[in-house]
């Protein structure tokens, strides 16, 4: 995209409705089987008139797998320049031509693909606009009606926001481990989803980053990126502090101008931790039994799920455990297609 491109984006930002797409972000050879269902379910359920993933590796195309995502379900593929687009941010509102190129040397010392992913989502949509989805966020039902804003995001339960990260109080932290002892003991016992509603309004609520609409040139997105593009690199690489943490930091938790914030049954009815009942072997509810009318996306939380087993899903464990789990019977449509991908 050129100068033009950006300036003209730029200038019609305010008078433009988010766009009707759906933007993934991978990064890597290989898309793993969680992603590929995020996006087939995207496709089939979002109402979106576009999804599109974007990419960074020129291989990802010779994945069998992302060819029958094109091939059968319309899915968009765009290659992704990392120091071109985060160097492009600077034709964008105000974010300064070295703050920009602060932006591109910091991708480069990002390892983790889901930092580096922080980055890219944000920049892609200053200058496309549309709907993020992280690759283990599942579509529930049509997303169209959020459309008709400026931005959104949604607000997750957890046990420490920045108040408490930020305290020195004794009391605050005691409370806290209390909090994530007792949502711990409730993830891992199947009684502890029947619970977990009588004791949800003891979390606290904090922004996540795993769904994140705007239109193009979204001034949050241009606070975002030139807070990223001032933090220290030593800060700045840790765990989150690109990702949800950020985005903490520049809403405060709170609505702001034309940037609403959902409540956790939007996009994360199960918080971090309580989301391994997604995946726990039990005779699943049904899907509109289990997530309510106000659930548009069911965050799978792949974090939680590689570090308690040890690997993301992968087609053995969907084919075992299919029409076993509430994750499998949320994806179920898709799975004869992704197991036909993966053959």
């Known amino acids: 995209m050129n100068s033009t491109d950006w300036c003209v984006l730029s200038q019609s930002a305010a008078t433009v409705a988010i766009p009707s ?6 990064i890597g050879e290989r898309l793993w089987p969680i992603a590929w269902l995020a996006a087939a379910a995207a496709r089939d359920r979002g109402g979106f008139d576009r999804v599109v993933l974007h990419y960074t590796d020129a291989q990802l195309p010779d994945d069998r797998s992302v060819q029958a995502l094109v091939r059968d379900f319309d899915v968009e593929l765009v290659h992704e320049d990392a120091a071109e687009l ?8 105000a974010i300064s031509a070295s703050r920009a190129a602060r932006l591109a040397a910091l991708y480069t010392q990002l390892t983790p693909a889901a930092s580096r992913s922080n980055l890219i989502r944000l920049a892609v949509l200053l200058r496309d606009g549309g709907v993020y989805l992280d690759t283990d966020a599942i579509v529930l039902r049509d997303m169209t009606p959020l459309l008709a804003q400026r931005g959104f995001a949604g607000l997750e339960r ?4 920045a108040a408490v990260r930020d305290s020195r109080s004794p009391l605050r932290w005691a409370r806290a481990g209390a909090l994530i002892g007792l949502r711990d003991a409730l993830s891992r016992r199947s009684l502890g989803l029947r619970l977990w509603p009588t004791v949800e309004g003891a979390f606290d609520l904090a922004v996540n980053n795993a769904v994140v609409g705007a239109e193009a040139g979204h001034p949050l997105l241009v606070d975002a990126l030139t807070r990223a593009a001032d933090m220290a690199p030593s800060r700045a690489i840790r765990m989150y502090q690109l990702g949800p943490k950020l985005l903490e930091a520049v809403t405060k938790n709170r609505s702001i101008g034309a940037f609403k914030l959902y409540p956790p049954a939007a996009f994360y009815p199960l918080p971090p931790e309580m989301s391994w009942h997604l995946f726990r072997s039990a005779p699943p509810p049904p899907l509109e039994v289990a997530f309510g009318a106000d659930t548009w996306v069911v965050h799978l939380y792949d974090s939680v799920l590689r570090r ?3 690997q993301s899903l992968d087609v053995p464990w969907l084919r075992e455990h299919r029409g076993r789990t509430l994750v499998t019977t949320l994806v179920e449509p898709w799975l004869d297609a992704l197991f036909a991908a993966q053959a």
């Open 308 to 310: 308690r087993r040890g």
């Open 86 to 93: 985060l160097g492009g941010v600077a034709m964008a509102a």
């Open 158 to 161: 957890v046990c420490l926001p």
């Open 21 to 26: 797409v759906a933007r993934l972000v991978w």
